[in-house]
C-alpha cells in the first residue's frame, strides 16, 4: 500500500513496485536495462522475457522526451521538474514502464506508474494534452495534495492506452497555501536529503519515514524528496550502473 500513489484520480505505482507487481506474476523470467548513445543521442532501452512469448523490448530516448515536450520542463512557477534534475533516470522510467504494461497488462491491468502518471494534464474533467494549464483551479492533485507535474502542452507517449481521466479534486487548503507562502526549497528538505542518504537502509528508511517527511514538507517540496529517494535506492541497489 504504501508504494501506491492516487495521482489524477487513478492509482499508480511508485518506482520499483511496478517491477515487483511484474516479478511475481508466474511467468516472468528476466527483466534488462541498458542505455545507448551519447549526450543528446541517449536512448534508455528495457527488455523483458516473459514465459511463452518473444522478449519485448521498449525505448525512450532524448528525442521522444522532446517530441512529448518533457524535456527540460519546469513546473507553472518554474521550479525544476525532475525531467531537469533527473534526466536520465526518467528516461529508464519510461522505458521500463512501456515495456512491463506492453508486456504484463493482465498483471498491471492499467495501472502506470507514479512517474508516468504525474506528468498527464487534465483539464476540465478530460484529459487534455494539447491544452495549456493556465489556472490553478486546473492544476491536478492527487490524493495526498502533491501537484501532478502539470507541463504545458505534453503528449503521453502510450497508444495502447488513451483513458480520459476524472476530474481532478481540489487541492487541500492548507497544504496549497503553505506551497504559496513558501516556494523555494524549505531548510527541512535538503535536511531529510542527508537524513536519507546517510541512512543504512534507505529504502526501509524512506518507507519507514515517508508520512513523516510529507506532513513536514509542501507539495512541491514532498515531491522532490520522492524522486531523490527513488533516484538514491536505485543507485545502491544498482551500482554497475
Not at 174 to 202: H, V, Y
Amino acid at each position: 500500500i504504501q508504494n501506491i500513489a492516487v495521482i489524477n484520480g487513478r492509482p499508480s505505482l511508485w518506482g520499483d513496485a511496478l517491477i515487483a507487481v511484474c516479478q511475481g506474476h508466474p511467468d516472468f523470467l528476466k527483466m534488462a536495462e541498458w542505455f545507448e548513445g551519447k549526450g543528446e543521442e541517449i536512448t534508455a532501452y528495457c527488455r523483458v522475457w516473459r514465459r511463452g512469448y518473444e522478449p519485448h523490448t521498449a525505448s525512450f530516448s532524448i528525442s521522444d522526451a522532446k517530441t512529448a515536450k518533457l524535456w527540460g520542463k519546469t513546473g507553472k512557477s518554474g521550479q525544476p521538474t525532475p525531467w531537469v534534475t533527473y534526466p536520465k533516470r526518467m528516461l529508464q522510467n519510461r522505458a521500463r514502464a512501456f515495456a512491463l504494461r506492453d508486456r504484463f497488462a493482465d498483471a498491471l491491468r492499467g495501472i502506470r506508474s507514479a512517474e508516468e502518471e504525474r506528468d498527464i494534464i487534465v483539464v476540465g474533467g478530460e484529459f487534455s494534452p494539447d491544452q495549456v494549464i493556465g489556472t490553478e483551479g486546473q492544476i491536478a492533485y492527487d490524493s495526498a495534495g502533491v501537484i501532478s507535474a502539470a507541463l504545458d502542452g505534453q503528449k503521453e507517449d502510450a497508444p495502447d492506452d488513451e483513458e480520459k481521466h476524472s476530474t481532478p479534486a481540489d487541492p487541500p487548503p492548507q497544504e496549497a497555501m503553505a506551497d504559496k507562502k513558501a516556494p523555494g526549497r524549505p531548510p527541512n528538505l535538503e535536511k531529510f536529503k542527508g537524513e536519507i542518504k546517510e541512512s543504512a537502509d534507505p529504502k526501509a528508511f524512506w518507507h519507514e519515514n515517508r508520512a513523516r517527511f510529507q506532513s513536514k514538507l509542501g507539495p512541491d517540496q514532498y515531491k522532490d524528496l520522492t524522486v531523490f529517494a527513488d533516484d538514491l535506492i536505485f543507485e545502491k541497489e544498482h551500482p554497475e550502473e
